[in-house]
């Protein structure tokens, strides 16, 4: 099958800013070229040196768009430039028609849809994120474009089909008015070869007899990280690790770092406080193997690759529960799910786990199994297949033979 992935603001290659997105659309294309398919993932050109196309080594062709100025742009800014870009997709398709086409974000979407229609494509969208969702919980936060719930009802509408990454973005997508019959849930997944239980770990050091309970992800409010901060004072021999946030030492630098520093300080843990700024993604296994407990507490998570990392190196979670963490975390058998995020509340989940060796190792073998036997990148790539095949049914054969 020949597969058009478009994902016009998150590129598979990208260095620096690696988001869930980022992740979805390298790992799919990556099982969809193991078994055999023809993949071509669009994405805007973000840098003057970037190759017009390329061949990755994981077998998937990326092409580098020209819409917008060729420097990293935040995804809201980028609509202004998707005409430029799906006038590219409807020229490129017009001399090489994809069998179908999957868009990732509501602005790829957009673009996608537009260019599709002129050729009969089929077009399924994954949304990863909803403007509905976000404008709820963040209010005049949002920096979204005002029109971005509009659009989303209008790409939702026309999609051949949709695939939801969990059961509770169905639920909005139902409420948009959009059939249950045409949106299929399939998750992210996770690279059970590099977030593995065996390997090394991060050392403690000094704080080798204390605890260690472990946070990841971008230092945005959303994450909940305060939180986190605010429970430890009734966690004693506990250190807090956060991985994420700016380059190297510059957390100093950016204002929810500070912010999170000073709470600390008012809460009186900053000495059992560490955070380590942004990680590469091959640094983070040995910080996932290092912890007692990983905690992950946002307002929100449309999916949540941090629990799922979690599990597939045999670690206990405790996670809000939002999003895609109630589809992942298995409340009291691979983790325990919060609600509302109250620090006392997160304070005793993780106290429950940190007194108690064999309730860690027995959730953590839980949560391994269920990474390992639900959320393989291969077993997502099939499931997205079939997705794929509800859109295309004339494709069917092709879905199921390619191996």
Known sequence: MKIAMVSENASPLSATAVTGQHIHVAELAAAYARRGHEVTVYTRRDAPNLLPELVTDAGYRVVHVNAGPAEPLPRDQSLPHLGDFGTFLQRQWG????????????????????????????????FHALGTVRRRHQGLADTSPRSRIRFERLIAGRAAHIVATCSDEVLELTRMGIPRFRISVVPSGVDLSAFTPEGPAAERGQRHRM?????????????????AIKALPELPDTELVIA???????????????????????????DRLRMLGQLRRSELPRWYRSADVVL?????EPFGMVALEAMACRKPVVATAVGGQLDTVVDGVTGRLVAPPDPLTVARAVRQLLEDRTLRDTWGAAGYQRAASRYAWDQVALETLTAYHRAAPAHAGEVVSAH
């Open 95 to 126: 001399l090489d028609t994809p069998d179908i086409v999957h868009a990732h974000f509501w602005m790829s979407g957009l673009a996608a849809e537009l260019a599709a229609r002129a050729h009969g494509i089929p077009v399924v969208v994954t």
């Open 296 to 300: 992950s507490t946002p307002w929100y």
């Open 244 to 270: 994420g946030g700016p380059v190297g030492d510059d957390i100093d630098d950016d204002s929810e770092g500070r912010r999170l520093r000073r709470l600390a300080m008012e809460y009186g843990v900053q």
């Open 211 to 227: 605890h260690r309970v472990l946070s990841v992800g971008r230092l945005v409010p959303r994450k909940g990280f305060d939180v």
